[in-house]
């Protein structure tokens, strides 16, 4: 079977994002980061209820408190919003120095007995059904995952029709099955 299509630095970034929001790492890191806002509010609050004096200063800092949890609440609903975009920022950034042409152009796929062939104008890759770890589909792309952070991108536009594409899935799956089961 061969399948041919285009990559573009687009296709690279939805790769990276597709990471980086189903990477247990970086989601440990969003966790850490949302919930420590709203740990650093309770503190006060907390040494206040256990003191269990009211003072007219501690009125105006739990006033200043309570703006200051509403614009925690609206950070924690809203962040991981900024944090994917913060990094899909930095991901274009570092697309986007140096040469990176041989990312992007005309690819060819071909499914093999022994595995994926990928051919570009700049070269070829094999890869043995054994060294990939996982298969991963979004509604644009298929990401056939060599390590966590390295793969073939192809996109969804690359199959003639969703018959093509079931049937490419289905012998991916078969020949890993194979291969490595």
């Keep these: ?27 440990k ?24 004096e009211f003072l007219l200063g ?30 899909k920022k930095n991901i274009v ?6 040469d990176n042409s041989s990312l992007t152009g005309e690819y060819t796929m071909m499914v093999t007995e022994d595995g994926l062939v990928e051919k570009s104008s700049k070269g070829e890759v094999k890869t043995p059904w054994s060294s990939i770890t996982q298969i991963k589909e979004t509604d644009e792309h298929i990401f056939i995952l ?17 018959k093509a594409l079931q049937q490419f899935k289905e012998t991916l799956n078969a020949a890993r099955a194979g291969k490595t089961g």
């Design 29 to 52: 890191v969003l966790r850490v980061q949302r919930w420590m806002s709203l740990i650093f509010l309770l503190i006060p609050l907390l040494v206040s209820w256990v003191e269990g």
């Design 93 to 98: 950034k570092v697309i986007n120095e140096g």
């Design 146 to 162: 060599v390590s966590a952070m390295s793969g073939y991108v192809i996109p969804i536009s690359a199959f003639a029709d969703v």
């Design 58 to 87: 501690m009125f105006v800092a739990f006033a200043l408190l309570a703006l200051l949890a509403l614009l925690a609440v609206l950070w924690f609903l809203f962040y991981p919003k900024y944090f994917y975009g913060s990094i």
């Design 1 to 27: 079977m061969e399948y041919h299509y285009t990559l573009t630095k687009d296709d690279y970034v939805a790769f990276n994002m597709h990471h980086a929001q189903h990477s247990e790492r970086v989601q």
